[in-house]
T-cell receptor
Framework: NAGVTQTPKFQVLKTGQSMTLQCAQD?????MSWYRQDPGMGLRLIHYSVGAGITDQGEVPNGYNVSRSTTEDFPLRLLSAAPSQTSVYFC???????????FGEGSRLTVL | DAKTTQPNSMESNEEEPVHLPCNHSTISGTDYIHWYRQLPSQGPEYVIHGLTSNVNNRMASLAIAEDRKSSTLILHRATLRDAAVYYCIPVHGSGNTGKLIFGQGTTLQVKP
């Protein structure tokens, strides 16, 4: 199993550009989530999903959209990138009714 | 959400036990205590979780105070690979929808 796969690993954007961070998991987990981590900080929840077709906002959802059309994929869209969105983004998945989240390796985004 | 307090940093010598404390005095009766760690330049990884009684797995042990206001993660023999940021996270209920509230965590340094 590949686990949780994130692409791209690195991306540089200009202010105002849009892009999508991809996240895929091959463990058939019901739950998926997106976090961002700023330098020296803990992770903060952006959006999460409890199943295909169901998404909800986390702590810091502004400027991001998500959708969950399949169990496997949970893309994160930046609509109009801002320098404040420079961060490392982590996708995670976990099965129903267990405590263990599985995280991807992260996507480092720089917005100039 | 229950708040947690952890020391910012700790040091240990290699092959010695490490006790990482966490205070969670506002935890509710149905909150589980989860521990994750994040190695440099990686996504967080699950370590252990528990509700009331002490828990052991291949990575660590978790000792939960009788009043549940604090817990201690125990690494029995620290290795250089255990150098990481350790997060103590209360999670409501036995399940986990993927919504974790990360604090600053404890940065563990392991000296050879």
């Amino acid at each position: 199993n590949a686990g949780v796969t994130q692409t791209p690993k690195f991306q540089v954007l200009k202010t105002g550009q849009s892009m999508t961070l991809q996240c895929a998991q091959d463990m058939n987990h019901e739950y998926m989530s997106w976090y961002r981590q700023d330098p020296g900080m803990g992770l903060r929840l952006i959006h999460y999903s409890v199943g295909a077709g169901i998404t909800d906002q986390g702590e810091v959802p502004n400027g991001y959209n998500v959708s969950r059309s399949t169990t496997e994929d949970f893309p994160l869209r930046l609509l109009s990138a801002a320098p404040s969105q420079t961060s490392v983004y982590f996708c995670a998945s976990n099965p129903l009714n267990t405590g263990e989240l599985f995280f991807g390796e992260g996507s480092r985004l720089t917005v100039l | 959400d229950a708040k947690t307090t952890q020391p910012n940093s700790m040091e240990s010598n290699e092959e010695e036990p490490v006790h990482l404390p966490c205070n969670h005095s506002t935890i509710s009766g149905t909150d589980y205590i989860h521990w994750y760690r994040q190695l440099p330049s990686q996504g967080p990884e699950y370590v252990i979780h528990g509700l009331t009684s002490n828990v052991n797995n291949r990575m660590a042990s978790l000792a939960i105070a009788e009043d549940r206001k604090s817990s201690t993660l125990i690494l029995h023999r620290a290795t250089l690979r255990d150098a990481a940021v350790y997060y103590c996270i209360p999670v409501h209920g036995s399940g986990n929808t993927g919504k974790l509230i990360f604090g600053q965590g404890t940065t563990l340094q392991v000296k050879p």
